[in-house]
């Protein structure tokens, strides 16, 4: 029964993802559900990820570098980017808060959800940064 095994998959997938609120890399996800599956291969993650994000049920975070990260919440918020390693977390809803997407208009385009993305470094990085071991790139 291929579909049903692929139906569970995708449900063990999402599982792992939504206990995450690191927004991990396909890689990192798949490590994690490989000690539920050990048998599942690293496509077969990406495929379902690629699903889940086309139906909604992750949100994938596409300006990550060039890892593609995902994100089990799907509740509207924001994200701040580290530009030395990628690591990336919620904007507190504080800081900026939501914009209605009725509120945006642009010609030729329907808006259905708005993101602001916030460049820094994380903690790490920082630390590592005022010791002068790391630049920050510019993008
Ligand atoms: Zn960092
Ligand atoms: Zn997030």
Redesign the pocket.
């Known amino acids: 029964m291929p579909k049903t095994r692929m139906t569970n998959q995708r449900r063990i997938i999402l599982e792992e993802l939504r206990k995450l609120h690191t927004h991990p890399t396909v890689d990192e996800l798949y490590a994690l559900v490989k000690t539920r599956m050990p048998h599942i291969s690293l496509g077969t993650v990406y495929r379902n990820l690629d699903l889940l994000a086309e139906t909604g049920k992750v949100v994938k975070l596409s300006s990550a570098g060039n890892m593609r990260r995902f994100d089990g919440n799907t509740a509207p918020h924001h994200h701040i980017f580290?530009?030395?390693?990628?690591?990336v977390a919620d904007v507190p809803s504080s800081a900026f808060p939501s914009v209605p997407r009725e509120s945006v208009q642009i010609p030729g385009f329907t808006v259905t959800a708005v993101r602001v993305e916030y460049d820094g470094?994380?903690?790490?990085?920082?630390t590592?940064a005022e010791k002068g071991e790391v630049q920050e790139q510019a993008s």
Do not use: D, I
Not at 121 to 126: I, P, R, T, V, Y
């Open positions: 580290c530009k030395v390693c990628g690591r470094l994380c903690e790490a990085c920082m590592r």
